[in-house]
């Protein structure tokens, strides 16, 4: 494979509805845009080492090549086998942002 992304979309597509394929996708989907709401320790609590060593691989990835075509096609990936991970991750940053805005009033 290629490139990290799409070795967690192996794991995503063989494994779809396991908590740590959606952990997969909400971390694809963080580097992906910045208004998903899902912190690291969110999308990787439940990963044994293989995925652990995926996430880092990506993050990484990531770090040096931004935000490029294999991350764009991964979270258009995501986004298609998860739907409502995007709306979950909206959401999120709506409420924090929502929380901030009372706050300075």
């Known amino acids: 494979m290629g ?3 799409e070795q967690a979309l192996e794991q995503i597509k063989t494994h779809k509805g396991a908590s740590s394929s959606t952990g997969l996708g909400k971390l694809i989907l963080s580097l992906w845009n910045a208004r998903m709401a899902f912190s690291y320790r969110e999308c990787t609590h439940n990963f044994d080492r293989r995925l652990d060593n995926i996430a880092l691989q990506i993050i990484q990835h990531f770090t040096i090549n931004g935000e490029d075509d294999a991350l764009i096609a991964a979270g258009d990936a995501v986004i298609e086998l998860y739907p409502e991970l995007w709306d979950i991750g ?3 940053t709506r409420a924090k942002e929502d929380f ?3 706050r300075r009033s």
């Open 100 to 102: 901030k805005q009372a």
């Open 3 to 5: 490139n990290p992304y």
């Open 90 to 92: 909206i959401e999120g």
